[in-house]
């Protein structure tokens, strides 16, 4: 009975966690380019203070999307709200939430980086002092410090693409576009911008994050969303997407055909590449099945020029979605 | 108000790009220099006698030709602005423009007034020139004034054209390229010759072409030929320029972007 006042509290808390407001929601989202549907029909939930990936191959619409969302381009059809605001009936209320990086260096190539920023900081508004005091912070956080008043040609890739995430910072905004942020990037610098990003997501900026790599996505996301030819074509966590694909395997490579045919009549195949000289195998990745399979190839003398064990992975989600619509 | 302060921001950053490499502006020097040198050291002696014959014109031939080539430099350094806007719009930096909340115009409006002052400053630089090189103004400080006005609004409405023409172009190459035939117009106009010197044809269009008027009211302003009714038609021609370039600009720069 006395309990009673703390299971209301935990069903409240419950509650108001389920109603925080999106920050992206999108339903029936389209864009067509003469007879070429880019976005067929789109329909995504971002919860605030999440990342969300949008995971697809070259030309399956993610540029689209986010240049749609970002007030860049009109969408030909559907309804969005971003950042609290109807994209459609309200771009400047939506751009006053909202901070982007694109794929390309949005940055100014001549001027250094700190004027870069100040620029930035002078375009919200943030006042002489206030801009300045953000712009050095940033220029610290983002460890550019050191070129902060070099000119933008002396800058690698990296520091470009640091600096561009810079300039979308200054105005701390909480829903953040990420369009392809680490494209070209090498990975050290790959890895020092998912670092940068996960301390975004600490501090509840909420991600909308472009990517054509899986593992960027299976690291920085909570949720991910499979386009392909202008549909989603999956949505959900890394794991839930995971278990959209056959279990784990192993694959066995062959020095010759002949060799390929005798393993093939004697073992569990799923799968089998005649080009490749390969055979797949049904594994749960452990020793005890392993070693069973071992036994097998020893005991018919099988001749197996290269083993490799292979446990599902988003690359096999990704290429399984995107291969049923390749055409 | 916001307006007036991002326009002043995206100033600032026209300056500093222009003060950081001057080579455009400078380069727009050059071509009315090097006319200049080439029509009155290597042409000017043949030419003066031949203008003086045909419209009665007395002094040197370079007191004939700095008007035109005044213009000159100011349609060139105009025009400039064509290859700084198109650059612009190709560079990244614009798409985060319009992806923040500032005033729409701003971007424009501070390419067009960075231009007025580096036209401003180009021009200057080609009349000390043709000063040095011989040409001698005889009129009152009205009269100056009155044709510092005069180029100042013709150089606001090529500016707004060059604005449209960078736009429209593609690339910089193409945007440099368009503006070549307007810099190139006076030659085709009262620049170089009396327009009542050339073929028939020829001389009609050069006498109804938009630079003719500015040329004959800054020779009559300047040197106190006889003017007429072109101030007024200068002035009619630059504001139609102005109206349709900006027109033009604010069309190609709200239109919903394809891609």
């Known amino acids: ?327 | 108000m916001n307006a007036l302060t991002d326009t002043a921001t995206m100033l600032r950053r026209n300056v500093r790009h222009t003060l950081r490499y001057p080579s455009m502006t400078i380069g727009s020097v050059f071509g009315p220099v090097i006319m200049l040198l080439l029509f009155v050291g290597v042409l000017g002696r043949t030419l003066g006698s031949g203008i003086a014959a045909a419209s009665g014109h007395h002094g040197g031939y370079i007191d004939y030709i700095a008007p035109g080539i005044i213009v000159m430099a100011v349609a060139s350094g105009s025009m400039a602005t064509a290859v700084a806007v198109c650059v612009d719009m190709t560079e990244g930096i614009v798409d985060r423009f319009r992806t923040m909340p500032i005033a729409r115009g701003s971007i424009l409006a501070a390419h067009v007034i960075n231009s007025m002052f580096t036209t401003v400053a180009s021009t200057a630089s080609v009349i000390a020139v043709a000063v040095v090189l011989g040409y001698r103004p005889t009129t009152d400080p009205v009269s100056w004034l009155a044709a510092v006005a005069l180029l100042l609004v013709l150089t606001f409405a090529l500016t707004w054209l060059a604005v449209a023409i960078g736009l429209v172009s593609g690339t910089p190459e193409a945007a440099s390229n368009g503006p070549m035939l307007i810099v190139f117009l006076p030659f085709v106009g009262s620049a170089f010759a009396p327009a009542a010197s050339m073929p028939a044809g020829i001389r009609q269009f050069a006498e109804y072409q938009p630079f003719t008027p500015v040329i004959e009211s800054v020779r009559g302003l300047l040197t106190g030929t006889p003017a007429g009714h072109n101030p007024v038609i200068a002035l009619a021609w630059s504001a139609a320029i102005a109206a349709a370039g900006y027109a033009w600009a604010r069309t190609v720069y709200t239109r919903p972007r394809a891609s």
Do not use: C
């Open chain 1, 1 to 327: 009975m006395d309990d009673a006042p703390r299971y209301r509290q935990a069903i409240e808390t419950a509650l108001t966690s389920t109603n925080r407001p999106a920050a992206i929601e999108v339903t029936g989202l389209r864009k067509s380019y003469g007879d070429h549907t880019v976005l067929d029909g789109i329909d995504l939930t971002v919860q605030a203070g999440t990342v969300f990936a949008l995971l697809g191959p070259n030309g399956a619409g993610k540029t689209t999307t986010v240049r749609i969302l970002s007030t860049l381009i009109a969408a030909d059809g559907g309804e969005a709200r971003v950042a609290g605001r109807d994209l459609a009936r309200d771009p400047d209320g939506v751009r006053a939430g909202i901070g982007v990086t694109g794929q390309y260096s949005a940055v100014d190539a001549l001027l250094t980086g700190r004027e870069n920023l100040i620029l930035m900081a002078d375009l919200h508004h943030l006042g002489r002092r206030e801009g300045r005091r953000r712009a050095d912070a940033l220029l610290e956080r983002l460890d550019l410090q050191d070129a902060a008043n070099k000119p933008l040609s002396t800058y690698s890739g990296g520091m470009k693409r640091r600096l561009d995430l810079a300039m979308t910072l200054i105005a701390n905004p909480r829903l953040i576009f990420l369009d392809e942020p680490t494209t070209g990037l090498d990975p050290r610098s790959r890895r020092d911008l998912w670092e940068i990003i996960r301390g975004l997501v600490a501090d509840g900026v909420t991600i909308f994050l472009t990517t054509q790599y899986l593992e960027e996505a299976d690291r920085l996301a909570d949720r991910i969303a499979v386009l392909n030819g202008g549909r989603l074509v999956a949505e959900g966590t890394a794991a839930e997407l995971k278990r959209l694909v056959p279990g784990g395997h192993v694959l066995l490579r062959f020095a010759d055909p002949r060799s390929l045919d005798d393993a093939a009549r004697v073992l569990p195949v799923t799968s089998r590449d005649d080009d490749a000289l390969t055979l797949q195998i049904p594994s749960d990745g452990g020793v005890a099945s392993l070693s069973i399979l071992l036994d097998r190839i020893n005991a018919a003398s099988l001749d197996v020029r290269e083993l490799s064990i292979h446990m599902p992975d988003l690359d096999d989600v990704f290429l399984a979605l995107t291969e049923r619509n390749a055409r």
